[in-house]
């Protein structure tokens, strides 16, 4: 049977790992298994770093959404259900970008759930 040397595919994957690592400290960037395992760990953490990214915008919009609510008379869970009674269909996103940069905008929304809440039929 042939030896198998692996040419270059050996060193390319090494340099891949080793590149990734630049910057680590001490032997994170200079030895390989160190520095794979600091890239594969690094790499755990940055997916999900991105599914808590989401989770995080989403309770900052809440907290700015509700903020705002309490400035017009209104809790967050109410001002949530009068826009949906209402029909409007804005997402948090939208809304807390409303609440921050434009307060009339805002207040006439509040209105607008505060009115449907009122003419809901109690159940």
């Given at each position: 049977?042939?030896?198998?040397?692996?040419?270059?595919?050996?060193?390319?994957?090494?340099?891949?790992?080793?590149?990734?690592?630049?910057?680590?400290?001490?032997?994170?960037?200079?030895?390989?298994?160190?520095?794979?395992?600091?890239?594969?760990?690094?790499?755990?953490?940055?997916?999900?770093?991105?599914?808590?990214?989401?989770?995080?915008?989403?309770?900052?919009?809440?907290?700015?959404?509700?903020?705002?609510?309490?400035?017009?008379g209104m809790s967050y869970s109410q001002f949530v259900h009068g826009l949906k009674v209402a029909g409007i269909e804005l997402d948090r996103k939208v809304l807390s970008d409303i609440a921050t940069n434009d307060a009339a905008g805002f207040t006439a929304l509040a209105e607008q759930a505060k009115a449907a809440l009122a003419n809901q039929p109690a159940a």
């Open positions: 049977m042939p030896r198998v040397k692996r040419g270059t595919k050996r060193s390319d994957r090494r340099k891949k790992i080793l590149k990734r690592a630049s910057g680590y400290f001490l032997t994170k960037s200079k030895l390989y298994q160190a520095a794979q395992e600091a890239v594969e760990r690094g790499l755990k953490f940055a997916y999900s770093g991105r599914k808590q990214k989401k989770r995080q915008f989403r309770s900052l919009w809440i907290v700015r959404i509700g903020a705002a609510a309490k400035l017009n």
